[in-house]
């Protein structure tokens, strides 16, 4: 028998406020950049036709899409979704933290607070059912990742190699090359993960 997901009214409502945020602040950044959508989309990699739906508010863009987006426009994936802060402390509920992504069994991922671009610190809640999987591309040289596996087991994927990761147990990676989290249990999977993330060249300190 197959299983049907239900997608709720405040979900559907939830993705059209997430769309209409980064409609607005796709719009906002590239006007203050001064960016054509011809230029926008050969700096950033994202097609012109994704990104006029994206300004228009018809896309639900991928977590990818916004990070090549956000990257050429020197601000960070936070900042499109209106979760970054520059000022010394700033709280968001969790209502207010967007689900930047739905698995086909019910899964997310919830972007919880971030930090102001080009360079970004992201905060990060996922769950996967068992059987889901998200791919995500390599980021930018230098980027780190760290998770920590809160319940059920965690197959991470990078480049050609797999590793389990159980509950409990933590993860730091090097996500220059593609990767994937993976859900190969039986039982719901949930993590908490960091992603580090900087475009400006670091300094070199002499020994």
């Known amino acids: ?10 979900a559907v409502i939830e993705v059209e406020q997430v769309t209409s945020t980064v409609s607005l602040n796709m719009k906002l950044f590239r ?14 990699g994202v097609s012109k036709g994704m990104l006029v739906e994206i300004e228009k508010g018809n896309a639900n863009p991928s977590i990818a899409t916004l ?21 010394p402390v700033k709280v968001v509920p969790l209502e207010n933290a967007p689900i930047l992504w739905r698995g086909p069994l019910g899964g997310s991922a919830t972007l919880l607070v971030g930090t102001n671009g ?8 996922w769950t996967l059912f068992p059987g889901e999987v998200h791919e995500s ?31 409990g147990s933590s993860v730091l ?35």
């Open 137 to 167: 591309p390599g980021h930018s040289p230098g980027t780190l990742e760290l998770l920590n596996i809160e319940t059920g087991s965690l197959t991470f994927r990078l480049g050609d190699t797999e590793q389990t990761v159980e509950a």
């Open 67 to 87: 990070c090549r987006a956000a990257k050429a426009l020197g601000v960070s994936v936070a900042d499109f979704v209106g979760v970054a802060s520059s000022v």
């Open 1 to 10: 028998m197959e299983k049907k997901v239900n997608i709720s009214t405040d």
């Open 118 to 125: 080009p360079d970004e610190i992201e905060l990060w809640r």
């Open 173 to 207: 990676a090097q996500t220059e090359s593609p990767h994937a989290y993976i859900n190969n249990g039986n039982e719901e999977l949930r993590f908490v993960m960091s992603v580090a993330e900087f475009y400006r060249p670091r300094a070199r300190t002499s020994v």
């Open 31 to 44: 006007r203050q950049n001064g960016f054509s959508l011809d230029e926008l989309s050969k700096r950033s």
